[in-house]
């Protein structure tokens, strides 16, 4: 069935790096792939999506490239900040099943200040 | 404006018994959809509604069903409880779009259901 790998599991970066998360698809017919944070105590957070005819978005410090020969895609946060210390989930569309999405595992980033 | 209510925010149920968990969904937003979350299995999708009817179920023994109202609240209920179904269960509501519109989900904060 459709499957989602994400890594790595935990990321831990220093306040002001890069920190960067990897998502492959197996499904070759999915055509949009959002990311979430999801802080303590708190719902799933849309931070961006992308969609299959687009190979890169930005908005402001957080990028997302899909490279859908591969099948995979990755969330860039340039300028990391303490509040970015969270979950992070990538997911991708399940075909013909509406608006279901199918989740990676999910990557606890820590920024240390 | 109001985002996703989810109610109740907790609840401890004995093996056996039986649940039902409610949503209420950003206003305008149509189709309501369901995730289980847990340590071991991540998100996973549950069943999907739009206008009253299931439109996508996920791979979900039968115990657990939901239903939407003319008002697009939406309520999930899961039968006969067991321990593993011990997890946070999340709505989320979204334009009745395929895939989901430029805004995509938006969760509601989930009601975590513990089952001993």
């Known amino acids: 069935g459709e499957n989602v790998e994400q890594h790595p599991s935990t990321l831990s970066v220093q306040e002001g790096d890069s920190a960067v998360i990897k998502c492959t698809y197996s499904?070759?017919?999915?055509?949009?792939f959002p990311w979430y944070k999801q802080e303590l105590g708190k719902g799933p957070q849309l931070i961006i999506d992308i969609r299959s005819n687009v190979g890169e978005k930005k908005d402001q410090r957080i990028a997302v490239t899909l490279n859908k020969t591969a099948k995979h895609f990755s969330l860039h946060i340039t300028e990391t900040q303490p509040e970015d210390s969270a979950v992070y989930f990538c997911?991708?569309?399940?075909?013909?099943?509406?608006?279901?999405?199918?989740f990676g595992k999910g990557t606890t980033l820590s920024v240390s200040s | 404006k109001a985002g996703v209510t989810q109610t109740p925010r907790y609840l401890i149920k004995t093996r056996g018994q039986q649940v039902t968990l409610s949503c209420s969904p950003i206003s305008g937003h149509r189709s309501v959809s369901w995730y289980q979350q847990t340590p071991g299995q991540g998100l996973q999708f549950l069943f999907e509604?739009?206008?009253?009817?299931?439109?996508n179920k996920g791979n979900f023994p039968g115990r657990f069903s939901g239903r939407q109202f003319s008002n697009s609240r939406s309520e999930m209920n899961v039968s006969t409880l067991e321990l593993g179904d011990s997890a946070l269960y999340l709505c989320?509501?979204?334009?009745?779009?395929?895939?989901?519109?430029?805004?995509?989900?938006?969760f509601g904060s989930g009601t975590r259901l513990t089952v001993v």
């Open positions: 997911a991708a569309s399940i075909v013909q099943a509406g608006t279901a999405l199918i």
């Open positions: 499904d070759s017919a999915s055509n949009y």
């Open positions: 989320a509501s979204s334009l009745p779009q395929d895939p989901p519109s430029t805004h995509g989900y938006t």
């Open positions: 509604y739009f206008s009253e009817t299931q439109r």
